[in-house]
């Protein structure tokens, strides 16, 4: 009886078994990489939160001194210090991570407004503040493109219908 061969490669392992663990290394280099897209998304996100909340704050802090919140274009650009006078209310105007754009800022346009809107676009769309803030469907803001915002205590957010 003629005995089968078996066929190993050079190392000991057959060439199937070494299909497999190509296999199984592929999947998790892909489940590896698609978790830390999420994670870097959530790690801008945070940060787009946290600048739009100091933000708010140098905000009310101006109207405590002028009775009003500057307009649009009163408002510094990114990095820029946001100032009256001595008084410094943000050492740098943020903007946002990933294209260093202004977040999106808008007020009644009377030249002394007494609201504000800030708005921006989280890149992780599954984050639940989305739904609470009702931004989900049909988006917030100007144009309807962003799914984040803040706002003056008097004022809520423009929601898209």
């Known amino acids: 009886m003629r005995l089968l061969r078996d ?6 392992f057959t060439y199937i078994e070494i299909l497999i663990v190509l ?9 590896i990489m698609f978790s830390s897209k999420t994670q870097v998304q959530k790690g801008r996100d945070s940060r787009r939160k946290v600048d739009m909340d100091l933000t708010r704050r140098g905000l009310e802090e101006y109207y ?26 943000m050492k740098a105007m943020p903007c946002d991570p990933k294209s260093n754009q202004p977040y ?16 921006t676009k989280l890149e992780y769309t599954t984050d639940p503040i989305i739904d609470t803030l009702g931004c989900r469907l049909h988006g917030c803001g100007p144009s309807c493109e962003y ?15």
């Open 147 to 161: 799914n984040y915002g803040v706002t003056s205590t008097n004022k809520p957010l423009d929601v898209c219908n």
């Open 64 to 89: 405590d001194s002028k009775n009003c919140f500057p307009e649009e274009a009163a408002l510094p650009g990114c990095k820029q210090p946001f100032a009256l006078g001595s008084t410094v209310f």
């Open 7 to 12: 066929h190993r490669s050079t190392d000991g």
């Open 23 to 31: 296999v199984i290394i592929g999947i998790l280099y892909m489940a």
């Open 104 to 119: 999106v800022y808008v007020t009644d346009g009377s030249g002394c407004s007494i609201w504000f809107q800030i708005y």
